[in-house]
């Protein structure tokens, strides 16, 4: 079954999502979770993975985060988990929630994949639910969440149990267990974008103005946490999330296949 038209979220119809479940669906059908970045092509990775998914029997979400929800000021409040009471993690949630409903797939351990934005959704996703995750892959992230348990939310992870109602988090232990992934454009060094940002962290300045350099910074950071991970540079590619599938495509497949 595939859906080339947006669901809506039941959860809240503010959002919604693209869907597709193998043939061969049954209750045992693992489920394959990407975000997307700032261009909001989830459209694009669904059609790029859905072959995929149906070859490796695997269940495909592909989440669109409208701009401007909750502030219209604010195109990309999703990367950041939660904004002006929306809390993003709870709407992803409820979608995968929603299609375990709909559809006899596993939902209580999902891959998860994302791309620039999506990249910082999904690595500050695994600080709150690493109970949740089969496996992690990040690309290209250009803001950081530093493992720094002295430093607040976002910058840090000090207050993140506070914030989102979580005890016990960050879980390092349980993100050590977890399959990670980092991967990243070799030509992905623009500076300009990560230049203008408003009020780069003391990590991010200590990492580099490039997304190269502070996807090779987080790597290092997680492994200093025990967060042993692999680290994918994608020959002759630049910042595009669709170019760098085919190395998320091949390491994905190894931890399905293990």
């Not at 109602?165 to 050590?176: E, K, N, R, T, Y």
């Amino acid at each position: 079954m595939e859906q080339d038209t947006l669901i809506a979220s039941a959860a809240d119809p503010r959002f919604s999502f693209y869907a597709y479940v193998p043939k061969s669906e049954g209750p045992g059908v693992p489920l394959l979770v990407i975000i997307h970045g700032i261009k909001r092509d989830a459209k694009g990775y669904f059609e790029e993975m859905r072959d995929f998914c149906e070859q490796h029997t695997c269940a495909l979400i592909c989440p669109l985060f409208p701009e401007g929800v909750p502030n219209p000021k604010q195109q990309n409040g999703y990367k950041d988990i939660y904004s002006r009471g929306t809390r993003f993690d709870h709407i992803l949630l409820s979608m995968i929630e929603q299609a375990g409903q709909t559809w006899q797939i596993q939902t209580d351990r999902f891959y998860l994949h994302g791309f620039s934005a999506g990249g910082q959704f999904v690595h500050r996703f695994t600080y709150l639910y690493p109970h949740r995750l089969a496996a992690v892959s990040i690309g290209a992230p250009g803001r950081l969440t530093a493992p720094d348990l002295q430093s607040p939310w976002p910058e840090g992870v000090a207050d993140i149990s506070e914030i989102f109602g979580l005890p016990g988090v960050p879980d390092f232990a349980a993100m050590a267990r977890i399959p990670v992934q980092f991967v990243v454009g070799e030509k992905d060094l623009g500076t300009s974008m990560l230049e203008h940002m408003k009020n780069p962290t003391k990590f991010e300045i200590e990492a580099g103005n490039t997304r190269f350099a502070r996807t090779k910074w987080l790597k290092a950071a997680w492994e200093r946490i025990g967060v042993v991970s692999e680290m994918n540079v994608v020959q002759g590619v630049g910042h595009d999330g669709l170019k760098c599938l085919l190395a998320v495509k091949e390491w994905l497949e190894r931890q399905m296949t293990k």
